[in-house]
């Protein structure tokens, strides 16, 4: 079993930045990728970016191309979302998810990704 937990979420003005971080534990943890979505209130879960754990390899949402970086520490288990130039309709709940199978692909589906933290709450106010 893998448990991920997710921090640094929190209320910013349009235009702030915040930088979430995802810390991956558990028995064994061997992910081929990991990534972000986000959810906001009446909203199907949305994708954000992920990265491949071998080699770096990105994927961003067109939403958020040019504004968010992912980055991971593989010694940590940890990845990374830094959000800049946020604006009201990033607010969202972001969710952090990891991929067991073999070699991602890019997939934008939640459905690409197995294991999923709890969520931590990101406000960006106009």
């Known amino acids: 079993q893998v448990q991920l937990v997710e921090s640094g979420g929190g209320l910013v003005q349009a235009g702030g930045s915040l930088r979430l971080s995802c810390a991956a534990s558990g028995r064994t943890f061997s992910s081929s990728a990991m990534g972000w979505f986000r959810r906001a209130p009446g909203k199907e879960r949305e994708f954000v970016a992920a990265i491949r754990w071998s080699g770096g390899t990105t994927f961003f949402a067109d939403s958020v191309k040019g504004r968010f970086t992912i980055s991971r520490d593989n010694a940590k288990n940890t990845v990374n979302l830094q959000m800049n130039g946020l604006k009201p309709e990033d607010t969202a709940v972001y969710l952090c998810?990891?991929?067991?199978?073999?070699?991602?692909?890019?997939?934008?589906?939640?459905?690409?990704?197995?294991?999923w933290g709890q969520g931590t709450q990101v406000t960006v106010s106009s």
């Open positions: 998810a990891a991929r067991s199978r073999a070699y991602y692909t890019g997939s934008l589906s939640p459905m690409a990704f197995d294991y």
